[in-house]
């Protein structure tokens, strides 16, 4: 089970309002390498991973992405909750405010809302470990977009910067999950000859 | 390379945990201590939440590290360390500030008195 933290991961104190960065930003939230996808993502592979390291490693990193979930809901909200309709106008933001308001959704920042598809759980721990490795990249690449689209808002910046590096820290450990699934596999494996009773050593 | 990564408690506040602490813009309290030669109970309530979020990421950090690492004994008495250190300060805030987690026994209901982290109250 999980409980709930009063604090964010890391600080999130967005002085100005700008609707136009929500709207890229969200990405990180709903979209296809967002935080809440790859928190699905770990949180259901656990169940069939072979090994401690493995089921471990998914647990941990799908708790932190959680908090990440929240940290980028936090930036999203603090830059549109004082926006003006003529702000989230000039956004793009219309057809999102018409049917979500300023609440938090989880959309791309093309519009199209989460779906589990983002996600795969392939009942194969070596299919589902690379698929993490890729989401990781994947994740770190958006993050390095958004970066560039936001490189006029220290405010902004500094926390996406902290979820980029967290990405390739993630990264680390799932090659590490992943290579000791891969060496156990490769072990050379003894069968006794016994008649009645066949034994994996 | 092969690297010793044998405990060595003397010298754990030269290793790199603190460098990566400082690099995320979160001043290391534990050198201000020790620098200006007050204590804990004198910190004021930014203070005690920014080390709060230093050492719940060491501690996170030191906890990823060690699923993969789970024999390096380096890594597993810095983790002792920082959560021993977390449970500390964390007691403290809360005797005065609030409940953090809704696990924390209070007279009275002081989960609502608090902004929200998100709200930017809670920094």
Redesign the interface.
């Known amino acids: 089970m999980w ?12 002085k100005c309002t700008d609707p136009r960065l929500a709207k890229v930003i969200i990405s990180q939230y709903g979209g296809p390498d967002g935080e809440l996808a790859a928190s699905l993502r770990y949180l259901s592979q656990r169940f069939g991973m072979p090994d401690q ?1 493995a089921k ?2 998914l647990n ?2 799908g708790t ?1 992405e959680l908090a990440h979930l ?1 940290m980028v ?2 930036i999203v ?2 830059l549109t909750k004082n926006a003006t309709i003529e702000e989230l106008e000039k956004a793009g933001l219309a057809p999102y405010y018409t049917d979500h308001g300023v609440d938090v959704y989880p959309v791309s920042a093309g519009g199209v809302p989460f779906t589990a598809a983002y996600i795969a759980a392939k009942g194969d721990p070596i299919a589902n470990l690379q698929e993490d490795l890729a989401a990781e990249q994947k994740a770190r690449a958006t993050y390095e977009k958004l970066i560039d689209l936001c490189r006029d808002n220290p405010d902004v910046l ?1 926390p996406l910067k ?1 979820l980029r590096q967290r990405e390739i ?2 990264f680390q ?1 799932f090659g ?2 992943l290579r ?1 699934i891969q060496d156990r596999l490769a072990t050379k494996k003894m069968y006794m000859n016994d008649i009645n009773n066949v034994t994996t050593l | 390379m092969e690297e010793d990564r044998k405990c060595n408690c003397e010298n754990i506040e030269n290793i790199n945990m603190m460098n990566l602490i400082d690099n ?2 979160m001043v290391s309290m534990n050198n201000n201590i020790n620098s200006c030669g007050c204590n804990k109970n004198e910190m004021t309530r930014a203070e005690m ?1 920014k080390k ?2 230093c050492l ?2 060491a501690v ?2 030191l ?3 060690l ?4 024999d390096d004994t380096k890594a597993l008495c810095l983790h002792n360390k920082y959560s021993k250190e977390l449970k500390e300060i964390c007691d403290k805030y809360q005797k005065v500030y609030g ?5 924390y026994p209070c007279n009275k209901w002081r ?1 609502l008195e ?1 902004p ?3 709200e ?1 109250g ?2």
Request: proline share 7%.
């Open positions: 409980t709930y933290n009063k604090v964010l991961q890391y600080p999130v104190n967005i390291i471990a490693i941990d990193i932190e929240e809901g936090s909200h603090q500094d902290f820290v993630h450990r590490e999950a000791g | 995320m813009n939440l709060i979020k719940k990421f996170v950090e906890a990823l590290y699923d993969t690492h789970p409940p953090l987690t809704i696990e989960w608090e929200w982290p998100w930017g809670n920094k």
